[in-house]
């Protein structure tokens, strides 16, 4: 028996997680808050990279408001790709 993933399930979840807005979690995989919003209500679907991008976030232990308020700041101050490479070093250290 094949098992369902519940992708919007997973969007929600990893974006609950994190503490972020739509706008906040879209910039993070290149997308618009709109098309989180339609991911997350199951019309449409994220590509095979932006969905490994969720997938990562998706992962993170539970991190601590000041992790989730550090990355909201670097998204905001240092940019989308600043924010990204915060989140990314979190998942290589639990890796470790």
């Known amino acids: ?3 369902k993933i519940d992708i ?3 969007i929600k979840r990893a974006r609950a ?4 807005s739509q706008v906040e979690f879209g910039s993070l995989v290149g997308v ?4 989180v919003k339609n991911w997350e209500q199951g019309r449409g679907f994220p590509n095979k990279m932006q ?3 969720i997938g990562q976030l998706a992962n993170i232990q539970d991190p601590d408001e000041e992790e989730k308020i550090n990355w909201k ?6 940019g989308v790709a600043f924010g990204l490479f915060l989140i990314l070093k979190k998942i290589f250290e639990e890796d470790q």
Request: hydrophobic share 50%; aromatic share 4%; proline share 4%.
């Open 17 to 20: 997680k994190l503490g972020m």
């Open 51 to 53: 969905f490994e991008i």
């Open 1 to 3: 028996m094949v098992q």
């Open 32 to 35: 618009t808050a709109q098309t």
């Open 8 to 10: 919007p399930e997973i």
């Open 73 to 78: 700041k670097a998204l905001v101050t240092g």
